[in-house]
């Protein structure tokens, strides 16, 4: 029996393809499938995870070297390029 850990990186993995009629097949098939192993299974929130946007994973070398920029106050220009963020919150 397929977990919620299972759906989720399914899911995660389902939403890094191109979209188009490939994905949806792919996401129909899956969604068949996982509604006969589980039936509280959810398709309409597993279709939406498979559509959300990829977060591509931080640099988190570059990550670590601006945060010590930050604290020896050299420049947080490094830090806001190495999070891809306009500002740090």
Not at 6 to 16: G, N, Q, T
Not at 82 to 89: M, P, S, V
Request: include cysteine; charge should be negative; charged fraction near 30%.
């Amino acid at each position: 029996m397929f977990t919620r850990r299972h759906y989720e990186a399914i899911a995660k993995a389902v939403s890094r393809l191109p979209n188009n009629q490939d994905k949806a097949m792919v996401i129909s098939d899956l969604i068949n499938l996982f509604e006969g192993d589980n039936p509280q299974f959810d398709a309409n929130r597993f279709a939406n995870a498979c559509y959300e946007p990829s977060i591509p994973e931080p640099d988190w070398d570059a990550v670590r070297l601006a945060c010590d920029r930050v604290y020896r106050g050299l420049e947080d220009e490094a830090l806001k390029a190495a999070l891809g963020t306009d500002t740090i919150r």
